[in-house]
């Protein structure tokens, strides 16, 4: 039996996507493919994966290989963002267990949100006074302003987490 | 190889692990093994620290078997030099530890 989702998370959010999915795993729905806003469930092992989300900087087909090598599939992607999933082993699954890589992910993350916010402000103002584009210009700085949102929520994440680090290197 | 600066426990135990091949899920296991499973080394970050040990020079990708795509590793001459330095660098650590502390005497 299969079923469909549709669900908006916020990239900022990712982690909370994930606490979702591993949810789901829980109530024996395992993920088979996700895109925009959409995921597709079977039903399977209550438990069976822990999933996981990365978001790639560049296509690195040697990565995937190596991935599959430790017993870690990808069972969807959308965009750069890639969907993770693991047989549950009875330990966390983690994509990185050191800070640095942790930080790192975030950095890119930050720099999505930043690019949404640069390519939106400049047409979102210069727009604004065009009574033909108003409309548009208002989306423009909607996605400016979203972009902008998460930006800085995840520096504030990003900087406590950057905090930890110098005392235990 | 006039690099003093301490290793991170992962890299250590990467080149540790890598005085005889292995591939990646088997390095893995093998960190985990040295440290009673206290050092769980995560895939995007083994990947990451595997392809900086092979720019350093420390440790090279031996050549794929045939119709298998799992990549083996090796630890370098130069890899075995960085090892050795930590080691001196550690010995000098507990060292005085101990001395200072009066834990058990060297």
Redesign the interface.
């Known amino acids: 039996m299969k079923k469909i989702i549709h669900r908006t998370f916020f990239v900022w959010n990712f982690e909370k996507e994930i606490d979702w999915l591993n949810d789901m795993s829980r109530q024996g729905w395992q993920l088979c493919r996700a895109g925009f806003f959409v995921y597709e469930f079977e039903q399977g092992e209550p438990g069976e994966y822990q999933y996981q989300l ?1 978001l790639l900087r560049k296509a690195d087909p040697d ?1 995937l ?3 599959e ?4 599939q990808v069972v969807g992607r959308c965009l750069n963002w890639i969907y993770l999933k693991k047989k549950s082993d009875g ?1 966390p699954f ?5 800070l640095e ?1 942790v930080l790192r ?1 975030l950095d890119g993350v930050m720099a999505l949100c930043g690019v949404v916010m640069a390519v939106n402000v400049l047409p979102g103002f210069a727009n604004l006074a065009n009574s033909h584009l108003q409309q548009l210009s208002w989306l423009n700085l909607a996605l400016a302003a979203v972009g902008a949102f998460g930006f800085f929520k995840l520096y504030f994440r990003r900087r406590a987490l950057a905090a930890r680090k110098d005392l235990h ?1 | 190889m006039n690099e003093h600066i301490a290793l991170t426990e992962a890299f250590y135990y990467i080149l540790l692990s890598l005085y005889e091949p292995l591939h990646g899920y088997g390095i893995m296991q093998k960190a985990e093994e040295f440290s009673d499973g206290r050092v769980r080394l995560a895939a995007g970050t083994l990947y990451g620290a595997l392809n900086t040990l092979q720019d350093k020079g420390w440790i090279e990708a031996l050549p794929c078997a045939p119709g298998s795509r799992k990549k083996e590793y090796r630890i370098t001459a130069a890899g075995r030099a960085a090892v050795e330095n930590e080691l001196a660098r550690l010995k000098e650590l507990v060292k005085n530890g101990e001395q200072v502390t009066g834990g058990n005497p060297v």
């Open positions: 990365q990565y290989a190596f991935l090598e430790t017993g870690i330990q983690e994509i990185f267990s050191d890589g992910h290197r």
